[in-house]
């Protein structure tokens, strides 16, 4: 079986975010595989446990080879990386993605339920449709059996469990496995594996459909009126008295 | 012309539906609901309420709900009806469908608006990048749009005051190839968590799932929902139903109040814009007090009992 993962590089859950100038700005912020991603390249390596034919996709800036070197040094086999820093919109995205998997070939694809930079959930859907394949949104069990997959993966008002031929864009999220810690040895052989660069001239692409306006951290001032609980009936009638004559939200 | 696919339980709209209809009366008069699933008849008259016209699919393929089967039915609507806009309800339904539709389309895709605003010739909207600690204003100008509404951010539409026309729309669909094994559907007798104006969450600091009773005894004593961070519900202790965070539920309630809850970024995500945000943790120097207006340091144990007690004398 032929998988493709789908990976980025986004600020770590805990990294400071700053905007300046109506951008936002990355120096200094702790950059890492997205997370999301992440239960991806592991699933790929419980399925292919040899780590064969298993690639690794990224669309994105010079700074995503260290997410790639993370996928790599965490089994797989090689990587694609398309190099732009442009804002990409996920329809561009997915454009360039569906020439890549038809190369390719693959049974699944893995891409992150969503994305710790744009928040967006819509990649792995968009793909699909690019490729004409069904998806599994939000995956958090999966079985294979020869070409078809048994899947259970959460939907609005709970879960649900799915059967469907691969091939499949299926988008991994927390629950779905526990991704591995790199060895010290597989850090070392990744730095060998192969990484193709590619730009996005060789995609017949040009520029996106959506224009980014503005970035800026909107963070709301908060009272930070905080109450000893030493006494916790006195400290309950004052936080309860608050809610309803302050913030009158009671 | 705004198309809105309608979110509907096949008795009546979802809330998510009526913003949809604020969110597009903001861009446009001209309105169109389309109404997808064999129970969607059923809604119509409720819908023509509110827009000038509403189109009835009732195709069978349209049941159970497949996103490749929903995008290729509304892209049909869309270019026979030439719409400029299509707007989609920022669900997990509706954020798996819409970038197939904007594929099928070669449309832009604005994703999950919390503003929206009509340009020349385009829309401009305003989304949460970086895990919500970022707004991020973006806009696309194209003959077609597709969007996605963030549910809770924008207000409920009121009806006209006269009724719009009803169409019934044949439309040529592929049937779906997924097959729906199971389904296990996740019901609360409490207020739905998005739709509450106060959220009590209680996080892995509850303890065990038992305690999770000085939750829900609070929340009934305010007509509250109930909520709970991933690591509350990763150990089994409550439904994912009531999941807030990252990869849960996003809720703007007036007043969040969380037990037990560190703070972490992926939770802070999913409620981080709570009109109040209030705090009880044992450890002083947990993140959440950093976004909290109000917050008790103490043992969630006693002080949770205490708030019930004098919330139930407030409200007698």
């Known amino acids: ?250 | 012309m705004i198309l809105i696919l309608a979110e509907h339980d096949g008795t009546k709209l979802k809330k998510t539906t009526l913003e949809m209809i604020s969110a597009a009366r903001g861009l446009n008069p001209e309105i169109t609901i389309a109404l997808f699933g064999k129970d969607a008849g059923n809604v119509a008259e409720e819908a023509a309420k509110y827009v000038g016209q509403v189109l009835v699919v009732e195709d069978p393929n349209l049941e159970p709900y497949d996103a490749r089967v929903y995008s290729q039915a509304l892209q049909q609507i869309t270019e026979q009806a030439e719409a400029s806009v299509v707007l989609v309800a920022g669900t997990r339904a509706g954020r798996e469908l819409a970038p197939r539709l904007a594929v099928r389309l070669d449309a832009p895709y604005l994703e999950d608006a919390v503003k929206l605003e009509g340009i020349e010739g385009g829309l401009r909207i305003a989304h949460y990048a970086f895990l919500a600690r970022v707004t991020e204003t973006l806009e696309a100008q194209a003959a077609v749009i597709v969007a996605t509404v963030k549910p809770n951010t924008q207000p409920a539409a009121a009806p006209n005051s006269s009724d719009g026309e009803i169409f019934e729309a044949e439309l040529e669909l592929t049937a779906s190839s997924i097959k729906v094994l199971g389904r296990t559907q996740e019901k609360t007798a409490r207020v739905a968590l998005t739709e509450a104006n106060v959220v009590v969450t209680g996080g892995r600091g509850m303890g065990s799932p038992e305690n999770f009773k000085l939750v829900e005894d609070l929340a009934d004593v305010l007509g509250a929902g109930v909520g709970a961070t991933r690591a509350a519900v990763d150990a089994g202790w409550r439904p994912y139903a009531e999941q807030v965070g990252q990869t849960g539920k996003t809720v703007q309630p007036n007043a969040y109040i969380c037990a037990g809850v560190s703070g972490a970024v992926q939770h802070l995500s999913g409620m981080g814009k709570s009109k109040y945000i209030v705090a009880i943790n044992k450890d002083p120097e947990a993140p959440i007090f950093k976004v909290a207006d109000y917050g008790i340091i103490g043992d969630l144990n006693v002080i949770l009992p205490a708030l019930t007690a004098a919330a139930k004398r407030l409200k007698d």
């Open chain 1, 1 to 250: 079986m032929k998988i493709l993962c789908l990976i980025r590089q986004v600020p770590d859950a805990e990294a400071r975010v700053k905007a300046q100038n109506g951008r936002v700005d990355l120096e200094g912020a702790t950059l890492a595989l997205d997370g999301m991603d992440e239960y991806g390249v592991e699933q790929a390596l419980r399925i292919n446990t040899d780590g064969a034919n298993t690639v690794a996709v990224a669309l994105g800036g010079a700074r995503f080879e260290d997410a790639i070197r993370r996928a790599l040094a965490m089994g797989l086999e090689r990587a694609i990386h398309v190099e732009s820093t442009e804002y990409l919109d996920v329809v561009t995205q997915a454009n360039i993605l569906a020439k890549i998997v038809n190369d390719e070939q693959p049974d699944i694809v893995f891409c992150g339920g969503q994305h710790a930079d744009t928040d967006s959930q819509a990649l792995g859907a968009a793909l699909a449709e690019a490729l004409g394949w069904n998806q599994i949104t939000w995956t958090t069990a999966l079985g294979i059996k020869n070409s078809s997959v048994e899947a259970t993966h959460d939907v609005d008002d709970g879960k649900e469990q799915l059967e469907l031929q691969l091939p499949a864009v299926i988008t991994t999220q927390q629950g779905l496995n526990e991704p591995r810690y790199p060895t010290l040895p597989n850090i070392m052989k990744a730095k060998k594996k192969e990484i193709r660069k590619a730009s996005l001239s060789d995609y017949g692409i040009t520029g996106g459909k959506v224009r980014v306006v503005n970035q800026e951290i909107q963070a709301k001032q908060r009272l930070n009126k905080l109450i000893d609980g030493k006494d916790p009936a006195a400290a309950a009638e004052e936080l309860i008295k608050l809610l309803h004559n302050e913030a009158k939200v009671i």
